[in-house]
């Protein structure tokens, strides 16, 4: 009895470590899977396009351009060129102010956007609104999107010459105040590099053409870039 007594025990024993030891490699393996999931799960997140919207005006939504030819859809091709990927919705209104941006804030941006470029402010100066009015409503524009946890891009427009140094002081100012106020990077002027240059702009001498608007992105890209970084860094 004693005999079989301890070929039993050491079959147990044998069966038991077995146990023990396919219990530990579950558990390991397991574990590894986890994480492979997790950094795969992290890789997939990283290389979900940024869900990217371009809240302007005429300068912004292409104006006498094909839609393939405006700032959003030659923005995502150069930086698609850079491997990043985006999802960019045009939400450029030829003729809006910065009052109408506002105002149609809520339906233009799709309920997961990510990032906002603000573009807006160019029609306020030409037509000589008050700037106090044009700083209230970027001012309000950048407040809500913060609130929705949304980046902002602002991007800085300077007031043509012909309502006097004080009106432009006060309008150029607007920009760079706002961007320190809350924290949010500016691009100083959409229209670097291609204002008054008539090669650039269509007949009308405001709007840039298609090789004006791949210069805009040539200049803007480096600021959409490092924009962009910040974003994707605070995915959770």
Not at 96 to 114: F, I, M, N, V, Y
Request: some cysteine.
């Amino acid at each position: 009895m004693a005999g079989s007594y301890g070929d039993w025990f050491g079959a147990v024993e044998r069966r038991g470590a077995m146990f023990l030891r396919g219990m530990v490699t579950a558990v390991l393996f397991g574990g590894l899977m986890s994480g492979a999931s997790v950094a795969q799960t992290a890789t997939v997140a990283a290389a979900k396009p940024i869900k990217l919207v371009v809240l302007g005006d005429s300068l912004s939504a292409g104006y006498g351009l094909p839609a393939a030819a405006a700032f959003p859809a030659r923005l995502q091709k150069a930086l698609q060129d850079k491997g990043i990927a985006t999802e960019m919705v045009n939400a450029g209104v030829s003729g809006d102010t910065a009052s109408g941006g506002l105002a149609r804030l809520d339906w233009s941006l799709p309920k997961d956007t990510e990032a906002v470029i603000v573009e807006l402010g160019a029609n306020d100066a030409l037509r000589g609104t008050d700037p106090k009015v044009t700083r209230e409503a970027l001012d309000q524009i950048v407040t809500k999107l913060k609130a929705r946890n949304i980046a902002v891009l602002l991007c800085g427009m300077y007031a043509p010459p012909n309502y006097g140094t004080q009106y432009a002081a006060q309008f150029n100012a607007i920009y760079p105040e706002l961007a320190k106020t809350y924290q949010v990077p500016l691009y100083p002027f959409f229209l670097e590099g291609v204002a008054t240059i008539a090669k650039l702009n269509q007949a009308d001498g405001l709007h840039p053409t298609a090789a004006g608007v791949d210069t805009v992105v040539k200049n803007i890209l480096p600021t959409v870039e490092a924009f962009l970084s910040t974003v994707a860094g605070q995915r959770s």
